[in-house]
C-alpha cells in the first residue's frame, strides 16, 4: 500500500516569514495530493491539491509543488500569519479508489 | 461543512462494552469513510464504502464493525475486541469513489474508555 512521510513534524515561524512541509510517498501510482488543515479540536479541512498532470498550483498565500520522479510534494505558506498556526497533513491515495493515506502531521506554530 | 453530522461529540465507554458512532451526510456522496487519530498522529483508514451495501477494510479495521445500508448513513461500532479505542474519530464523504475526489470530513467523535 501507500506510505506517506511528511517533515518537519513541527514548525515555528515568525510572523510575515515563509513555512514549508515536505512528504514523500511511495506508490508511484497516486495521481492526486490534497493538503488538509486541521485546527485544535476541529475537523481537517481542504486547503490546496494537486494533481499529477500539473507541477505547482498556487491560491493566494498558499503553494504546493509536485515531484513526480523523486515522488515527493511540498506546501509552501508565505506572508504568515497567526491564523495559519494549525496541523497540516499531507495525503497520497495510492493505486486503488479514492482510500487515502495520511502522513504524521506539521504542527505550525507562527508567532506575531 | 453543515452536511456531514457526527454524533455524538463526545463519548465514554467502560470497557468491554460495544459503542456505535454515527455518521449521517446530506450531500448525496457515494462514498464514505472512517479514520481514527491519536493524539499528535495523522488519520488511519478503519473502513470505507463505495457504494451502499459494500464496505471494505482500511488499515487498521481490527476490533471496528460498519454497516451502509442507506447512502446517508455509516455508522461504526466499536467492539470490546478493539484494545485501545480511546481516540478521536472522523467520518468523511467524497461524491465518488474514484481517486481524486474531495474528501469532507464531519466534526468527529471523541471516544474515552473509562
Redesign the interface.
Known amino acids: 500500500?501507500e506510505n506517506v512521510e511528511?517533515h518537519p513534524s513541527t514548525l515555528s515561524v515568525q510572523e510575515g516569514d515563509s513555512a514549508v512541509i515536505k512528504c514523500t510517498y511511495s506508490d508511484s501510482a497516486s495521481?492526486?495530493f490534497?493538503w488538509y488543515k486541521q485546527e485544535l479540536g476541529?475537523?481537517?479541512?481542504?486547503i490546496i491539491?494537486i494533481?499529477s498532470n500539473v507541477g505547482e498550483k498556487k491560491d493566494q498565500r498558499i503553494a504546493v509543488t509536485l515531484n513526480k520522479t523523486a515522488k515527493h510534494f511540498s506546501l509552501h505558506i508565505t506572508e504568515t500569519q497567526p491564523e495559519d498556526s494549525a496541523v497540516y497533513?499531507c495525503a497520497a491515495?495510492g493505486a486503488?479508489?479514492?482510500?487515502?493515506?495520511?502522513?504524521?502531521?506539521t504542527r505550525v506554530l507562527v508567532k506575531p | 461543512d453543515g452536511g456531514i453530522t457526527q454524533s455524538p461529540k463526545y463519548l465514554f465507554r467502560k470497557e468491554g462494552q460495544n459503542v456505535t458512532l454515527s455518521c449521517e451526510q446530506n450531500l448525496n456522496h457515494d462514498?464514505m469513510?472512517w479514520?481514527r487519530q491519536d493524539p499528535?498522529?495523522?488519520?488511519?483508514?478503519i473502513y470505507?464504502s463505495?457504494i451502499v451495501n459494500d464496505f471494505q477494510k482500511?488499515?487498521i479495521a481490527e476490533g471496528y464493525s460498519v454497516s451502509r445500508e442507506k447512502k446517508e448513513s455509516f455508522p461504526l461500532t466499536v467492539t470490546s475486541a478493539q484494545k485501545n479505542p480511546t481516540a478521536f474519530y472522523?467520518c468523511a464523504s467524497?461524491r465518488?469513489?474514484?481517486?481524486?475526489?474531495?474528501?469532507?470530513?464531519?466534526?468527529?467523535t471523541r471516544l474515552t474508555v473509562l
Open positions: 500500500g511528511q495521481n492526486y490534497p476541529k475537523r481537517p479541512q481542504l491539491d494533481r497533513f491515495p486503488a479508489g479514492n482510500k487515502l493515506t495520511f502522513g504524521g502531521g | 462514498a469513510y479514520y499528535g498522529q495523522g488519520l488511519r483508514l470505507y463505495q482500511g488499515d472522523l467524497s465518488y469513489s474514484g481517486r481524486g475526489d474531495e474528501q469532507f470530513f464531519g466534526p468527529g
